[in-house]
């Protein structure tokens, strides 16, 4: 559902007006306009991230956990940049820099923010793993892709509450989706602000696509693979968290016009086992759950 051009501009301004709009780090932005560079040096990134200091202890933290699962520990930045590369480094820091603008505290019944961030670092590690199972070519920007699919819903969380709490309850009292709910309570959706959010802080258009589409990946045009990619995982993950039924979730996947859409990519997806695959999801769950503790602590 697209939003009143009027309103979207009017919600922007708000937000924008406020002057509480978080900023990625300029460590983030340098990190990531360097790995986008294939002249950089790693000595380059390196000396970057070595001068934030608690920024450097948090990516040994989370290399040497188990949601990398690495033989032997990483002892230095330089160890860090070798056995995970620069891309997967970059993108690292990136979700790092994002906690620290928003961080998972606990409490809140009617938006709990640690419960927010549990489920998008779920949808990312699913989306990795996805991408992995069906050999899919995403340049390892899946993971942030899922992180960040529901950003918007923080930017609502923060600067129109009210509207998003009726939002919510819409959806939980009236049955439509969260998208529907939102257009009617705040004449715009938070695919939409997510979208305008990751454009804000110069995030790749891989990553931009997937959070403006995620409900809607027929509508991705440039990278519907990563966008059905995401929507999967964040079916997977809401089932997994809300322990729903293994067969429901099967028939709901395969209606899905994300389901299609990689099928056509890989053929692979139609005999997979949904009720298995989601079993062994759970220890990708755990996965995510310690990243998170990790990366924001």
Same mark, same amino acid.
């Given at each position: 559902?697209?939003?009143? *051009?009027?309103?979207?501009?009017?919600?922007?301004?708000?937000?924008?007006?406020?002057?509480?709009? *978080?900023?990625?780090?300029?460590?983030?932005?340098?990190? /990531?306009?360097? #790995?986008?560079?294939?002249?950089?040096?790693? /000595?380059?990134?390196?000396?970057?991230?070595?001068?934030? *200091?608690?920024?450097?202890?948090?990516?040994?933290?989370?290399?040497?956990?188990?949601?990398? =699962?690495?033989?032997?520990?990483?002892?230095?930045?330089?160890?860090?940049?070798?056995?995970?590369?620069?891309?997967?480094?970059?993108?690292?820091?990136?979700?790092?820099?994002?906690?620290?603008?928003?961080?998972?505290?606990?409490?809140?019944?009617?938006?709990?923010?640690?419960? &927010?961030?549990?489920? /998008?670092? =779920?949808?990312?590690?699913?989306?990795?793993?996805?991408?992995?199972?069906? !050999?899919?070519?995403?340049?390892?920007?899946?993971?942030?892709?899922?992180?960040?699919?529901?950003?918007?819903?923080?930017?609502?969380?923060? %600067? &129109? !509450?009210?509207? &998003?709490?009726?939002?919510?309850?819409?959806?939980?009292?009236? =049955?439509?989706?969260?998208?529907?709910?939102?257009?009617? #309570?705040?004449?715009?959706?938070?695919?939409?602000?997510?979208?305008?959010?990751?454009?804000?802080?110069?995030?790749?258009?891989?990553?931009?696509? #997937?959070?403006?589409?995620? %409900?809607?990946?027929?509508?991705?045009?440039? %990278?519907?693979?990563?966008?059905?990619?995401?929507?999967? #995982?964040?079916?997977?993950?809401?089932?997994?968290?809300?322990?729903?039924?293994?067969?429901?979730? %099967?028939?709901?996947?395969?209606?899905?016009?994300?389901?299609?859409?990689?099928?056509?990519?890989?053929?692979?997806?139609?005999?997979?086992?949904?009720?298995?695959?989601?079993?062994?999801?759970?220890?990708?769950?755990?996965?995510?759950?310690?990243?998170?503790?990790?990366?924001?602590?």
């Amino acid at each position: 559902m697209a939003a009143d *051009p009027q309103r979207f501009e009017e919600v922007k301004a708000h937000v924008l007006a406020s002057g509480d709009l *978080p900023t990625l780090p300029a460590v983030a932005f340098e990190v /990531s306009r360097l #790995a986008a560079n294939p002249l950089s040096g790693m /000595s380059e990134i390196v000396r970057i991230i070595r001068n934030d *200091p608690p920024l450097t202890a948090k990516i040994l933290r989370v290399a040497n956990s188990a949601f990398y =699962g690495m033989p032997r520990r990483i002892e230095s930045l330089n160890m860090a940049l070798v056995v995970l590369g620069m891309r997967e480094l970059n993108n690292l820091v990136t979700c790092i820099a994002i906690l620290k603008a928003f961080p998972p505290v606990p409490g809140g019944t009617e938006f709990n923010r640690h419960a &927010f961030w549990e489920h /998008s670092a =779920g949808c990312g590690e699913i989306s990795r793993v996805i991408a992995t199972r069906l !050999h899919l070519r995403l340049h390892g920007v899946e993971f942030t892709a899922g992180l960040l699919h529901d950003v918007g819903k923080i930017i609502f969380d923060q %600067h &129109f !509450h009210e509207p &998003f709490i009726r939002a919510l309850k819409m959806t939980a009292d009236e =049955g439509i989706t969260s998208l529907e709910a939102e257009q009617k #309570a705040l004449g715009v959706d938070h695919a939409q602000i997510g979208a305008w959010l990751a454009e804000e802080w110069s995030l790749p258009p891989t990553i931009v696509e #997937a959070i403006r589409y995620h %409900h809607q990946p027929g509508l991705s045009q440039e %990278h519907g693979t990563l966008t059905a990619v995401v929507r999967l #995982a964040d079916l997977f993950t809401k089932a997994l968290l809300e322990d729903a039924n293994r067969a429901s979730l %099967h028939n709901e996947l395969i209606r899905d016009p994300a389901w299609d859409l990689l099928a056509k990519r890989n053929p692979e997806i139609i005999s997979l086992d949904v009720v298995r695959f989601a079993e062994e999801l759970e220890e990708n769950m755990e996965r995510a759950r310690e990243f998170i503790r990790l990366a924001s602590e």
